[in-house]
């Protein structure tokens, strides 16, 4: 091998280790972070109302089906294995029947009913364009959607609990509901 070959080869090996380095680097920093992630399971589900917190609830909940079961409306059902909330045809009035159900300590009657759903209001709302439409903020049982002078309109999360009156009531689809990652 001349001199130029044996330059030529070494300049390839070390670009090589070069990338390897750089791959695993990558490859055992992505594992860390993935890591904490893997102890600390979240879902991007809205849950029931009395649910634990995240973590908590996946450790708890069995998928029985209990609360599933319970429900008068049939909001809840079973996704991934875990009962999920869809509030598309009824709103959740907070009725406690899915919690008095839940044998396993994932509902827990002593946290406040919220569903961690907020409520997001489309551009094309028509509150937006004037005051001839204010269906969500009379709806809402706990005064949590209001207007500002300039006809916008607030969600306070501190009062809403998720319920889906709003939702519910908008006669042409203008609000949807939107998970709040606030962690009870």
Excluded: W
């Excluded at 079961?69 to 991934?80: K, R, S, T």
């Amino acid at each position: 091998m001349s001199n130029s070959e044996s330059a030529m080869s070494a300049r390839q090996v070390s670009r090589r280790g070069l990338f390897r380095g750089l791959l695993a680097s990558a490859k055992q920093t992505k594992e860390q972070t993935a890591a904490p992630a893997e102890s600390l399971p979240q879902r991007l589900l809205p849950r029931p109302p009395q649910a634990v917190a995240e973590s908590l609830f996946l450790q708890r909940c069995s998928g029985c089906g209990n609360c599933t079961q319970a429900c008068p409306v049939g909001m809840l059902h079973l996704q991934e294995g875990k009962p999920a909330l869809s509030i598309e045809y009824a709103d959740c009035d907070f009725c406690g029947a899915c919690t008095q159900a839940c044998e396993t300590g994932a509902l827990d009657a002593s946290i406040r009913a919220d569903t961690g759903l907020r409520p997001v209001h489309l551009p094309q709302c028509l509150g937006r364009m004037d005051d001839m439409c204010r269906m969500c903020e009379i709806a809402c049982p706990r005064t949590a959607i209001f207007f500002n002078q300039q006809n916008q309109p607030s969600v306070d999360d501190e009062k809403c609990d998720g319920c889906g009156k709003c939702k519910l009531v908008c006669y042409h689809g203008d609000i949807r509901l939107s998970l709040n990652h606030h962690e009870a």
